[in-house]
């Protein structure tokens, strides 16, 4: 079995804001002596999933990530339980999934903050049937939940592409918990970067000028422009026992992870910037071999000339040192080289997609 599927691609973005910080900023990290400019790993899972493109490609199989599971499930019951009841059964099935918050003294709306949970819980779409199901049943029938009614979940998490992918950690019942199939490194320019100031007025449509000349907003935003090495490995055999052993959804998988790395972007203040791109190169490796990244590509950032030239060298330059150095760690290859002319997304996606 061509165990890992690994990703690597290049992708461009002019003057944007992809991913800020705590202060607005774009994030950054160092590596190898410059500052360069840096997408979470956490903001690309984000950004991919939620796109319209893994959606489509995995309608019926995501999963839904929410701390509200508690109100969910108590909008449902109220009607045939009354508002007393259905809350404490709200509360009961919520718990199955981890704790909920305990709401502090004078907390506005203490009550419902009480059915929230303390971290946000990953739930299948089969989950969300099930509890639906049992909600109606409940109601139907007037009644409380048995103890084997509560203690069924959570299900395993099964079906859910998104949970399969990128895990799901359940901290009360373990035995639950999904290893994500898919390894996510953060996004790294492969030049160092400056983080600049982006000064700009707005002005007011009804100012006539007569007293006041002045704009009537003042303000600044923060950006940076990058060439952006990017990497994902996915563990096949991980990802097809996560969905059940559904092979055809594993397909549809790797298909939707596919395509939304390389077509879809962050969309941190994307209305500011248009930051759209897709990626300018990408390079998929299939194998059972222990993969690696190719960040060390970059470790002395790019200097000068064609960037995208130049970091497209560099990568297949330290793919082959690696290989000559470890033997292989692909048993087959292919490349989109948009610059090159080599290859097509559909040609690609069929490669990663098949075993």
């Not at 059964?89 to 004078?106: D, F, R, S």
């Not at 019942?173 to 953060?186: C, D, M, R, S």
Request: proline content about 3%; hydrophobic content about 40%; aromatic content about 6%.
């Amino acid at each position: 079995m061509n165990r890992f599927i690994q990703i690597h691609f290049l992708t461009a973005y002019p003057p944007a804001n992809l991913n800020r910080d705590d202060l607005g900023r774009p994030k950054t990290a160092m590596f190898g002596g410059s500052q360069r400019l840096r997408v979470s790993s956490q903001s690309l899972k984000r950004c991919w999933r939620c796109s319209e493109v893994f959606s489509a490609a995995l309608d019926g199989h995501k999963g839904t990530r929410t701390k509200g599971l508690g109100t969910e499930l108590f909008g449902k019951l109220r009607e045939g339980l009354g508002d007393k009841k259905a809350d404490e059964v709200a509360k009961a099935l919520a718990m199955q999934y981890g704790e909920l918050k305990a709401p502090k003294k004078g907390d506005a709306n203490a009550e419902a903050l009480g059915r929230e949970h303390e971290t946000l819980v990953f739930l299948s779409p089969e989950e969300w049937k099930a509890l639906d199901a049992l909600a109606l049943k409940l109601v139907t029938e007037k009644r409380e939940p048995t103890k084997e009614e509560i203690e069924q979940f959570p299900l395993s998490g099964k079906g859910a592409a998104d949970i399969a992918l990128f895990g799901r950690m359940l901290a009360n019942t373990p035995g639950k918990n999904v290893e994500a199939a898919a390894q996510v490194a953060h996004a790294l320019s492969v030049h160092r970067v400056t983080v600049e100031d982006d000064f700009f007025t707005a002005v007011d449509d009804l100012n006539k000028h007569d007293v006041d000349a002045g704009a009537g907003h003042m303000g600044s935003t923060e950006f940076a422009a990058g060439l952006f090495y990017e990497y994902v490995c996915i563990d096949r055999g991980l990802l097809l026992d996560n969905l059940g052993k559904n092979e055809a959804l594993a397909e549809k998988t790797l298909r939707g992870l596919g395509e939304a790395c390389l077509t879809v972007s962050p969309t941190g203040k994307k209305n500011s910037f248009a930051s759209q791109a897709r990626a300018s190169y990408a390079l998929v490796e299939k194998g059972p071999q222990q993969p690696r990244s190719l960040a060390v590509s970059f470790l002395k950032a790019i200097e000068g000339g064609d960037h995208l030239a130049l970091a497209i060298a560099a990568l297949k330059e330290t793919r082959d040192e690696m290989d000559r150095a470890y033997g292989k760690c692909w048993q087959d290859k292919r490349e989109l080289n948009v610059p090159g002319r080599e290859g097509t997304l559909a040609e690609l996606l069929n490669f990663a997609a098949t075993e």
